[in-house]
């Protein structure tokens, strides 16, 4: 039975980039445009990992985060900012809102792969 991951990315062309890795991964991919639909989509879906962007057109992917992580019915899901905010400090901000893991974009196939695979019961990935 293959994962399921849901992406929150409102970028199209990180979307597709996103969804071919995840793809050749062996992953399957639910796809949120925006932060209140990747809300409802992982109460709706339960998915076993979230890959979040953190610059959404509604609410950003720190207040997704956030909502989720304080739902019983999904605080239990591994949340990963995938981001382009790549500052002094931006990691631990969004740790601290609730991401259990960063990547900072431009992301490479090997380092989301690798993360991925971690979170759901692999080897530690030295970015983590």
């Known amino acids: 039975m293959s994962h399921v991951i849901l992406y929150v990315e409102d970028n199209p062309q990180n979307m597709r980039l996103v969804r071919k890795m995840?793809?050749?991964g062996g992953y399957e991919?639910?796809?949120a445009p925006d932060g209140q639909t990747g809300v409802r989509l992982a109460?709706?879906?339960k998915p076993d990992l979230i890959l979040m962007d953190i610059n959404l057109p509604d609410i950003d992917g720190l207040e997704a985060?956030?909502?989720?992580k304080s739902n019983p019915k999904c605080d239990h899901i591994p949340i990963?900012?995938?981001t382009a905010n790549a500052m002094h400090g931006d990691r631990e901000r969004f740790i601290e809102a609730?991401?259990?893991?960063?990547?900072a974009k431009p992301i490479t196939r090997n380092e989301l792969l690798n993360t991925i695979n971690y979170f759901l019961g692999g080897d530690k990935p030295a970015n983590v």
């Open 29 to 31: 991919m639910i796809e």
């Open 43 to 45: 109460l709706e879906f």
């Open 98 to 103: 609730g991401c259990d893991g960063y990547i």
């Open 22 to 24: 995840l793809k050749g």
């Open 80 to 82: 990963i900012a995938l």
């Open 65 to 68: 985060t956030r909502q989720l």
